[in-house]
Structures are given as C-alpha cells and as structure tokens.
C-alpha cells in the first residue's frame, strides 16, 4: 500500500490500528503461559537424574484454575495429572523420575492458556576395564583394575567429571580427588571412556561424579593391610530404604591382610503415611492428598490438589446433586444452617435460617421463646420454658393437671403439674400450678 496516496485522515486511520494491533500483540506475548523446572531447594535447571523430583512450574495461567498438566515420557507414555493455579496464576506440580533415560515433553494448559517445556533424564554408570550396559554396572573394583564411566540420556556438549574418596574415612582417599577432566558427548547423547585405574592404596569407597548433578558409587576391595587402621576411619550417613530413613554405618577393617568395609544400618525414623483431605473452597470440591517420602536421608511431603466444580454448591468437601432440602442435615447453596430437622423456633429455622439471637442460650430463638429468662443449660420445651416456668403460667383448674409439658406423655392423664395450697403461718393462700417434682417443698 503507498501510503503517499491517501489522505491525512485516512493515514492517521491506519497508523492507529497498526499501533493498536502491535499493543494488543505485545500484552498477549506478556501474558503468554510458560514452564519452568527446578530441583527440591528451587535451582533451575533441565537436566535430572534418574530417580529425581521435577518441581514444574507455570506461570501466566488464568487464576485459581484447574491446569492439566501431562508428561510424555521418551517411551511414549503419558503421564497427567491436575492441579490448581494460584491467586497469580501460577502453580506448582512435582513429577516422579522412574529411571527412563530420554527427553520428557511437558503440556500444560487451563484449557486456555497453554505452555510446553522439555527436560532430560539422564544417567551414568560404571564397568571394568571396557566399555558397557547400564545392566553391566560394576561396584567393586581391586587394585589395577579401570574404571570406565558411561553413559545416556545427555546433550551434546562438554561436560567435568571427577572420582573422589568419600570423607569420614569411608575411603583411603579422605575427601580427596584421585581423577578428573572433561569429556565431549555428541548428539546421540550417549559415551564411554577409561576414567582410572585404581592404585594399590585406594580402599574403600569413591564417589563418581559427571555434570555435578549425575553420580554412581564404587568400592576398592582387595589391596594390602596389616590393621584396620590402615584402612581407614569409620563413617555415617542417612539413607533411604523405603519410607524409612535409616543411618548406614560404614566400618573398614583390615580382613585376611585386605581392607574390607562392612556396611551396617539402623532405623531412625519413617516418613509418614499418606493422608488426604476434601473440603469446598466456594463452589469447588477440592481433594487435597499429601505424599510424605524419603529423599537422600530425609523427609519431604509432595502435595496435589483435584478440584471439581460444583454446579449445585459444595456441602462438607462433597458436591450437591440436587437442589437444597432444608431438614438433611447438610448446609446447601442458599441455606443459612441446616440442623437435620423441620422445627420451626429452634436455633435453625424450617426455612432453614439462621436465629440471630438467643440470649438465654436454651437453643430456643428469641423470637418466639415465652420465657426468656432460663438458666442456661436448663432442660426447656419448645417454647423456651423450663418446667417450672411451665407449670407457673397455667391456672389452677383442670389445665394444671393437664398440661404436658414436652408433649411426650403417653397418657392422657400427664403428672407434669399439680395444684398446691401454700401456708403463711398457718394460713392458706391462694392456689397455684407447681411442677410435681417440687410439690413438698412447694407447699411447705
């Protein structure tokens, strides 16, 4: 288009909806959904081991909303699962590794906005004096044997690796680095190379380690000792078998003039049970359930939410099928209370509304309590009165023998109340309607 052509006004016309369509395009690009993951103490990265926690992130989603959030694993299955955005839009899922080595495709979306994310799972392990499987993995080696670190799951690149002596006197080699380097790993993601050759005063057990974050374990078993000094100091640390933290004691010792180490544990503590909640956050039923496991010698608790939208309202964490019935026992959409009956003047209305006053707490609302003035705690009809304010409203003819008091007699002749004659020194005075379980002390 030559803009040359047009008018003034028309120019300005097109100018402002090019620079209104530019505005509109920059907010939806800041608003845009995204994806992050980071381990347990909140680093980011996109490269686990196996085995490890996800902490997947999102941001940018509509707010206090459902987010199906699915993982697809390198061999093709679908993992998924639901939780909850926050206040800002943002929420947390944390994802289980199983040991597939690969690239796992994130898909999250509130059925709006939607976001992707790709992270790897690599591994590595170690073989005798040539290259091999991850089901060759080798953790004993003597003296003079190589140590060959393999492995999958990586991107290209150049990656630092180092073997260290464990501390605590686990190892020959205190806290020391016997080797280390940098290795190249291609686009298949996968390499093998001759790391070491163990020496005739290594002992105990080394620590491999390749990108910081992957490691595997050996032990050196076989060289020369005189005594258990020569082969080191005892050491400790917390590991997991299970649920259970235990405290796996390694104790070196000179056996047959070689340094053996012999590994023993005991149990310190268990992580917990799984527990879970459902209760209503306005409309929504919400099952709330808490994971307790055990991870590198402590506890953590990994918690999910699923949240159901209630068309009727949610009651006690369930959502209403039907329309509200007032008299179940179940507050619903629209009722103020619900106490599980029909009675009308009690604390909860047969409309199902609340009382708003009952000062002489007999249960019995104000608006239609005739005896305002019980004792609290005080037994009472449905008409606030206890018995003896009962009994003192009637007249002394035949009602006072009548009268029922709770209305649950099963006879027509209730004793509730009687009729006594008071004395004043000696001197009748004018009849009156008593309870019958006071008529002596009435009387007298």
């Known amino acids: 288009m030559n803009l040359s052509l047009l008018s003034k006004k028309h120019k ?60 697809t694993r390198p061999d093709s299955v679908v993992d998924s699962g639901i939780t909850i955005s926050n206040s800002s839009g943002g929420f947390l899922f944390v994802y289980q590794l199983d040991g597939i080595v690969g690239d796992y495709l994130i898909e999250a979306t509130d059925g709006i906005n939607s976001a992707q994310l790709i992270f790897t799972d690599a591994a590595i392990w170690t073989t005798r004096n040539d290259c091999g499987t991850s089901q060759q993995n080798v953790n004993q080696y003597s003296p003079g044997e190589s140590v060959y670190i393999n492995g999958d799951g990586f991107n290209a690149g150049n990656y630092n690796w180092s073997i260290k002596g464990l501390p605590g006197g686990a190892s020959c080699d205190n806290s020391t680095i016997v080797a280390s380097g940098t290795t190249a790993v291609n686009a298949s993601g996968a390499f093998c190379f001759n790391a070491y050759t163990v020496l005739s005063d290594d002992c105990g057990e080394y620590q491999v380690k390749f990108d910081v974050v992957k490691g595997d374990n050996y032990r050196v078993v076989g060289n020369t000792c005189e005594d258990d000094d020569e082969c080191g100091e005892e050491s400790s640390e917390l590991i997991c078998i299970g649920n259970d933290i235990y405290n796996q004691t390694s104790t070196p010792g000179c056996v047959g ?188």
């Not at 953590?300 to 959502?319: A, F, I, W, Y």
């Open 257 to 444: 003039g070689s340094c053996n180490i012999t590994n023993s544990s005991s149990f310190v503590s268990f992580c917990g049970n799984v527990t879970s909640s459902i209760f209503c956050l306005g409309n929504y039923s919400v099952n709330e359930t808490t994971t307790p496991s055990c991870h590198e010698g402590g506890c953590r608790n990994e918690t999910t939410k699923v949240r159901e939208l209630c068309e009727n309202g949610c009651s006690n964490g369930q959502c209403i099928e039907d329309e509200p019935v007032c008299g179940n026992g179940i507050v619903e959409q629209g009722e103020e209370c619900d106490d599980g009956n029909d009675i009308d003047g009690d604390l909860c209305s047969n409309l199902c509304v609340a009382c708003e006053s009952d000062k002489d707490h007999d249960l019995v609302c104000d608006t239609v309590d005739q005896c305002p003035n019980s004792k609290p705690n005080e037994p009472v009809d449905q008409n606030g009165c206890d018995i003896f304010q009962f009994c003192g409203q009637l007249t002394c003819g035949f009602n006072c023998f009548e009268a029922d008091w709770r209305n649950n007699e099963e006879t027509n002749h209730p004793q509730d109340c009687t009729v006594v004659i008071p004395l004043n020194n000696g001197l009748e005075q004018q009849p009156i309607c008593v309870p019958t379980v006071a008529t002596e002390s009435c009387a007298g």
């Open 12 to 71: 300005s016309t097109i100018l402002f909806g090019l620079a209104l369509f530019f505005v509109i395009l920059m907010v939806n690009f800041s608003l845009a959904a995204t994806l992050e993951t980071t381990d347990v103490l909140g680093n980011l990265k996109t490269d686990f081991a196996p085995e490890e926690l996800v902490y997947i992130h999102g941001y940018g989603f509509n707010t206090f909303s459902p987010v199906q959030v699915d993982v």
